[in-house]
């Protein structure tokens, strides 16, 4: 009898234990928590705020970290509050799932069709590069059409973040950062043109803002000309460059950084909260159709995910080029001619070579098909005036996901008013807080934007 006591209290204390085991490990979804809401500052407001049961509960980062995903000092550009902050998900759906082996052309939204071998090359990259003089002029009038600039003549407004190389005074250069266009690889070349000759694959930390010029040193210069210096002198004698991307695969990027590559995402809990079927087994597709669901609803914010035309200003700051992270590979030997920097090569990347603008517009497809229409429609018109502005085109376009400056926008958006001139929601556009650094010490601030 003793024995067999002793054994039935063993047997207890287990059930004990593996019920706590189970109470501590359960869903997020099972719990009852309230969904973690991130919102980024806006262009109006710098301040960052967090709901506070997460505010308590979340792990906090080092103050060394950058936006990177090594371990030194963040960038200061960057928000002061970032998804990736918030805490790990119960439900992993960070792993990347197979994709499709079969390639196919789509026609349109929800009607996609198989073609034969014969057909399936879409023209590559270099059968879209625009001339920079059409190009820049497209653009302006489309500002001007939609009454888009707001700047005084001969003034300008800054863009998000501009940046320029220590060596400076050797290239003037001034580039126009834009996350999700290939601003990683721009960074790295202002390393190289610093003198950094390791090999790219080599290069962290680019994002950390005080690895560049002080631009500071610019207004310097511009003082010498005048005792009171605009934007606008300040900025006359660089190269000015930027670029942007088409919506629709930016957005997919910023899917792909932000989870399919990241153990760690902080955007998951609100997609399993759209669709509760997802799970590590589930398509990409399907996780990024909960994904956009999340960005235009507006429980996923981040400020890679708002629109570009606002962040770069295009209609109010006098570039040289506004380039396309399509064609990176050929507009940057423009670039590269104007700023004494032909003997430093560019990182290329996938997306910019030959064939693989096929993979990009399969993918595209393959993806959004799994967008609901009325999600769909809502990205069409978050993102319009990217698309209306630069000349960027829609899936159904046989030019996607380059430009094309023959559309009939009315036709494609609705009718664009003038006074329509702010992003559609689902949230304000955003800029990143400036944080443990130092400001800049400059007179006419008000005039830096």
């Known amino acids: 009898m003793f024995v067999t006591r002793k054994a039935l209290i063993g047997v207890f204390v287990l059930l004990l234990c593996f019920g706590a085991l189970v109470y501590k490990t359960r869903p997020d979804f099972f719990q009852g928590e309230e969904n973690i809401v991130i919102e980024i500052s806006s262009d109006s407001d710098s301040s960052t705020t967090i709901d506070k049961k997460s505010e308590d509960t979340k792990e906090k980062v080092p103050e060394n970290q950058s936006s990177d995903t090594e371990h030194t000092e963040k960038d200061p550009t960057e928000p002061l509050i970032s998804v990736d902050?918030?805490?790990?998900?119960?439900?992993?759906?960070?792993?990347?799932?197979?994709?499709?082996?079969?390639?196919?052309?789509?026609?349109?939204?929800?009607?996609?069709?198989?073609?034969p071998e014969s057909s399936k090359r879409i023209g590559d990259s270099w059968d879209h590069v625009k001339d920079t003089k059409e190009l820049m002029e497209f653009v302006h009038s489309q500002c001007e059409k939609y009454h888009q600039i707001t700047a005084e003549p001969g003034e300008a407004k800054k863009p998000r973040m501009l940046i320029m190389p220590k060596n400076w005074r050797q290239h003037m250069i001034l580039y126009s950062s834009n996350p999700k266009t290939g601003s990683t690889s721009f960074k790295k070349w202002y390393t190289r043109i610093q003198g950094d000759t390791r090999p790219y694959e080599e290069l962290t930390g680019v994002h950390v803002m005080k690895k560049y010029g002080n631009i500071e040193e610019a207004w310097v210069l511009a003082k010498t000309v005048s005792n009171d210096p605009t934007l606008a002198d300040m900025i006359k004698p660089f190269y000015k460059v930027g670029f942007m991307r088409n919506p629709l695969t930016r957005l997919i990027s910023g899917f792909r950084d932000k989870i399919l590559r990241r153990k760690q995402g902080g955007l998951t809990n609100e997609m399993v909260d759209i669709d509760r079927s997802l799970t590590v087994e589930s398509s990409d597709a399907a996780k990024f159709a909960a994904f956009a669901d999340g960005v235009m609803k507006g429980t996923i914010k981040n400020f890679h995910f708002v629109p570009q035309h606002n962040k770069m200003k295009i209609c109010d700051f006098p570039y040289d080029l506004i380039a396309q992270t399509e064609t990176t590979s050929q507009q940057i030997v423009e670039v590269q001619e104007h700023t004494n920097t032909t003997q430093y090569d560019f990182p290329g990347s996938r997306s910019e070579t030959g064939f693989d603008s096929v993979g990009t517009v399969h993918l595209a497809h393959e993806f959004y098909d799994k967008v609901k229409p009325d999600i769909m429609d809502k990205i069409y018109q978050y993102y319009k005036w990217d698309f209306v502005l630069m000349g960027y085109t829609k899936l159904s376009n046989p030019n996607f996901p380059y430009l094309d400056f023959e559309q009939d926008f009315e036709k494609e958006y609705g009718p664009l008013d003038w006074e329509d001139v702010e992003p559609t929601k689902p949230f304000e556009s955003t800029r990143p807080v400036v944080r443990n650094r130092a400001p800049i010490e400059i007179n006419n601030w008000d005039s830096f934007g």
């Open 85 to 115: 902050d918030i805490m790990q998900p119960t439900v992993d759906l960070s792993a990347s799932s197979p994709q499709p082996s079969k390639t196919i052309e789509p026609r349109g939204h929800h009607d996609i069709v198989a073609v």
